[in-house]
């Protein structure tokens, strides 16, 4: 069987990657020299804690199964089975944390409520005041810069895959046949445009303008090597207020009486941080829904998560080495993992995982494969 895959970000290859596995012949056509996208700006977690029940979380789930697997084939995925942790502060953030540990799949998650000093076992790096920290063994990380390359590295071992950089695919010319804009006709039995946030062009043609997926722009920054380990991811308790798992009546009673800091509110913001390879720390996160978006990124949210970090951390951030803002795709509505549609014959569109992309990546590929009969 042939496959085609057009974009090389990690959904895209982590498509090559199944097709390549179960002994297809396939071409990947990617229109930079190298994927740009959602999937080099992000954390490189691999996020199961705050799933919502039910298939998102399943997916996750098997999804982790995956990285994990694959990563002891490819180490320089830099994959590390690293949990997280959540501090909490106060009764309300307390309860919250409580209500997500008596979840019925809190074991699945390996969510477990630590004392500080458990936490600090667990990461000594926090040496900052709180309550207790919900701990989340499940999460994992990889290499969001690099972990593409890792994995193409060793797909370019195999005969059976070819990678075709700086082509852009411009139109579908017959049943799994696509024309690149070198004019080049690539034919075979499927194609799986996995293109990001690029909704437009090709994607809008097939796909018509009513796409049930949107655009999301955040902003992130990395800072110089921390000069110590940090053995875990760590989030914030905004991240209760933005992932499905902590829904509760103690969420309801914590919004209520203890709302976001304006500019956290402002920006939809949560704090997610991981330590990188090299030391430093990648910190984020804002959400930006509204179209047309901002083309600068703003000082504000950066200042409230170098705040927060501190708190948690007990000391001064290293020196900022990096900012940057990202956009990826996302299901407007945000219970579907991803967005998959037979938009022609014999070509099909999957986009759309939101912030899920790191994390379910593998997953998402895998149920195209068996979908597609690959």
Not at 82 to 97: F, H, I, K, M, Y
Not at 258 to 284: N, S
Not at 314 to 339: E, F, M, N
């Amino acid at each position: 069987m042939r496959v085609t895959v057009v974009g090389a970000g990690v959904v895209g290859t982590m498509h090559a990657w199944q097709a390549v596995e179960r002994g297809h012949q396939v071409v990947q056509i990617e229109r930079e020299a190298e994927a740009r996208g959602a999937s080099l700006r992000n954390f490189g977690q691999i996020w199961v804690s705050g799933r919502a029940g039910g298939e998102e979380l399943e997916t996750a789930l098997r999804a982790r199964e995956l990285w994990e697997e694959i990563g002891g084939r490819v180490p320089a995925l830099g994959f590390r089975a690293n949990g997280s942790l959540t501090p909490v502060r106060g009764d309300l953030e307390l309860a919250v944390a409580e209500a997500a540990v008596a979840r019925p799949d809190a074991a699945d998650r390996g969510y477990k409520l630590v004392t500080p000093g458990e936490a600090r076992a667990l990461n000594p790096a926090l040496r900052g005041d709180f309550t207790a920290a919900l701990h989340c063994e499940r999460d994992a990380a990889v290499e969001p810069r690099t972990a593409q390359l890792a994995l193409r590295e060793e797909l370019l071992k195999s005969p059976n895959y070819t990678f075709l950089p700086g082509r852009e695919v411009r139109e579908v010319v017959g049943a799994g046949s696509v024309r690149d804009d070198h004019g080049d006709v690539h034919h075979a039995d499927a194609v799986v445009l996995c293109t990001g946030a690029w909704l437009s062009g090709l994607v809008r043609e097939l796909a018509g303008p009513d796409l049930p997926v949107r655009r999301v722009r955040l902003q992130m920054m990395q800072t110089d090597p921390l000069g110590e380990p940090l053995t875990t991811s760590v989030a914030d308790t905004d991240s209760f207020r933005y992932y499905p798992a902590y829904a509760s009546p103690a969420l309801d009673a914590l919004n209520a009486a203890q709302p976001q800091p304006a500019t956290a509110a402002e920006h939809k913001m949560q704090l997610l941080m991981v330590q990188r390879a090299d030391g430093g720390l990648t910190i984020g996160d804002t959400h930006e829904y509204e179209h047309p978006f901002a083309f600068d990124t703003l000082e504000d949210p950066y200042d409230h998560l170098t705040g927060v970090v501190e708190s948690f951390l007990g000391r001064p951030l290293p020196k900022i080495r990096r900012r940057w803002a990202g956009v990826y795709a996302q299901c407007t509505d945000t219970s579907r993992v991803v967005h998959r549609q037979q938009v022609s014959d014999g070509v099909w569109l999957v986009t759309g995982p939101g912030g899920r992309g790191m994390t379910c990546s593998p997953a998402i590929a895998e149920t195209t494969a068996n979908e597609l009969g690959w």
